[in-house]
């Protein structure tokens, strides 16, 4: 079950959004009303007010696979996702590269983070246009949801943000992969404008002593 989780996020950063501009094999766009365009402009603003965030995580695979950990973010270019005991999986976004360290195969895989979906979350600034497309737009009582795709690659998968409204916080993220299988993301006591030690966004690999085991 935990392979299969490391698998669907692996996915989530080798899902290809590319910095460029749409071309015209463009996915269709979703048709919006004054209203929502209003609420985009504002989820808009805040994801680039967002400079820095540390926050609790539950992440759900579409096996019914759970982990938990602790995500900190500092815009542009840099995060960290570090699983709760036991797992000894991490992931280090430093500006160039997504370094994902798999403990059980005791190997890392390094990804070109101008070509992975996080770069999406981590760009500055962020704009829910051009080389995305907005595919879908629910308006629920105090919840917000935007889906995304690749401009000129639909099927390449999807990303859906979860927002809570009045205020706008960030709640939730979900990614759709090309297979279709679906990965989730609930955050929980989220802390803004954190100072991290620059320690916290550099990737460095577990050493191994005797038996393979990490020191």
Do not use: C
Request: net charge negative; glycine share 6%; proline share 4%.
């Amino acid at each position: 079950m935990k392979t299969s989780i490391l698998l669907s996020l692996l996915a989530f950063f080798t899902l290809t959004i590319p910095v460029h501009a749409a071309n015209e094999s463009a996915a269709s766009e979703l048709k919006l009303s004054a209203q929502d365009k209003n609420d985009l402009a504002r989820i808009e603003s805040y994801l680039n007010g967002l400079r820095s965030i540390s926050a609790d995580f539950m992440q759900i695979d579409d096996q019914g696979g759970i982990m938990r950990g602790k995500l900190a973010i500092q815009r542009p270019g840099k995060m960290r996702v570090t699983y709760d005991a036991p797992s000894k999986d991490f992931i280090v976004a430093d500006g160039t590269w997504v370094h994902i360290w798999n403990e059980d195969l005791k190997a890392q895989t390094n990804v070109d983070q101008g070509s992975s979906l996080a770069e999406f979350i981590l760009r500055d600034p962020i704009k829910l246009a051009g080389d995305v497309t907005i595919t879908r737009f629910k308006r629920y009582p105090a919840k917000l949801e935007v889906t995304l795709t690749q401009s000129d690659d639909a099927a390449a998968g999807s990303l859906t943000l979860i927002f809570e409204d009045h205020p706008l916080i960030l709640r939730q993220w979900r990614v759709v992969d090309a297979q279709g299988h679906t990965t989730g993301v609930n955050l929980e006591n989220q802390h803004a404008d954190v100072s991290f030690p620059t320690s916290t966004f550099l990737f460095v690999p577990p050493t191994f002593g005797k038996g393979g085991k990490a020191n």
